[in-house]
């Protein structure tokens, strides 16, 4: 396995390589109680003072009665960007910005993962892809 801290530093290569993904899936944002259960199949999750903030199928929070304000798309930046990259995400989130695309980024270890309404998957897929060919 590749070290973590082997990804890309310089922004030009990551725009030119990120190489958007649109996962399968409707994603939820949940809050569970600190002491619950995680369900296998969350995505992503953060502990809060609220309690565990959890990213997971819609269909899991729907089948768990869990609720939440919007459905989301899981779209995965697939170049190996380090984790000391600077401007990435705000090259994302501007692109997006431009078109009225909220975003919500989730950094992982090797690769950046954006979480937008399911009703703007497209838009968001097409602004993507035209940064990486510099359009």
Same mark, same amino acid.
């Given at each position: 396995?590749?070290?973590? $801290?082997?990804?890309?530093?310089?922004?030009?290569?990551?725009?030119?390589?990120?190489? !958007?993904?649109?996962?399968?899936?409707?994603?939820?944002?949940?809050?569970?109680?600190? $002491?619950?259960?995680?369900?296998?199949?969350?995505?992503?999750?953060?502990?809060?003072?609220?309690?565990?903030?959890?990213?997971? !199928?819609?269909?899991?929070?729907?089948?768990?009665?869990?609720?939440?304000?919007?459905?989301?798309?899981?779209?995965?930046?697939?170049?190996?960007?380090?984790?000391?990259?600077?401007?990435?995400?705000?090259?994302?989130?501007?692109?997006?910005?431009?078109?009225?695309?909220?975003?919500?980024?989730?950094?992982?270890?090797?690769?950046?993962?954006?979480?937008?309404?399911?009703?703007?998957?497209?838009?968001?897929?097409?602004?993507?892809?035209?940064?990486?060919?510099?359009?």
């Amino acid at each position: 396995m590749t070290p973590p $801290d082997s990804g890309e530093l310089r922004l030009e290569k990551l725009l030119a390589e990120m190489c !958007p993904m649109l996962n399968e899936g409707r994603y939820a944002f949940v809050t569970l109680p600190s $002491d619950s259960a995680i369900p296998r199949e969350t995505v992503a999750m953060v502990q809060e003072a609220e309690g565990m903030s959890l990213i997971v !199928p819609a269909a899991t929070a729907d089948k768990l009665g869990l609720a939440y304000s919007g459905a989301y798309s899981w779209i995965t930046l697939q170049v190996h960007s380090s984790l000391a990259a600077v401007g990435l995400t705000a090259a994302v989130a501007n692109a997006l910005t431009a078109h009225e695309i909220s975003c919500n980024v989730v950094a992982g270890t090797y690769h950046d993962h954006l979480f937008v309404a399911c009703s703007k998957e497209t838009r968001a897929m097409t602004v993507l892809t035209n940064m990486t060919q510099g359009t």
